[in-house]
């Protein structure tokens, strides 16, 4: 089974910005589609990004659109999400996770998770 590392998380100021890591030692992540999802206190775990495996192409939700990036590094095996203009209500833990070749937006399509790595925006 594949386990995914988060990393990168961390206290910042509004306005600040962050690069999340998603790793899987083991395994190459360009052999499945990787997502970002995110959970903040009080609310249902949210999809904000995706690659895909076999083109690398990009999906977010409307929500995301402008501050969210996802990329992939396939020298170093690891999936990034920058984050930019962080905003209080970006506090959230988040989460990668793996599936087949295809980016999908269902939370039950993805088999492997990480643990989450916590992000807080407050001044």
């Known amino acids: 089974q594949v386990q995914l590392v988060e990393s990168g998380g961390g206290l910042v100021q509004p306005g600040g910005s962050l690069r999340l890591s998603c790793a899987a030692p083991?395994?190459?992540?360009?052999?499945?589609?990787i997502s970002w999802f995110r959970q903040a206190p009080g609310k249902e775990r949210e999809g904000i990004a995706c690659?895909?495996?076999?083109?690398?192409?990009?999906y977010y939700p409307d929500s995301a659109k402008g501050r969210f990036t996802i990329s992939r590094d396939n020298a170093n095996n690891t999936v990034y999400l920058k984050v930019n203009s962080l905003k209080p209500e970006d506090t959230a833990v988040y989460y990668c996770?793996?599936?087949?070749?295809?980016?999908?937006?269902?939370?039950?399509?993805?088999?492997?998770w990480g643990q989450g790595t916590q992000v807080t925006v407050s001044s």
């Open positions: 996770a793996a599936r087949g070749y295809y980016c999908s937006d269902r939370e039950k399509e993805y088999a492997a």
């Open positions: 083991g395994y190459a992540l360009n052999s499945f589609a």
């Open positions: 690659i895909s495996s076999a083109s690398g192409s990009v």
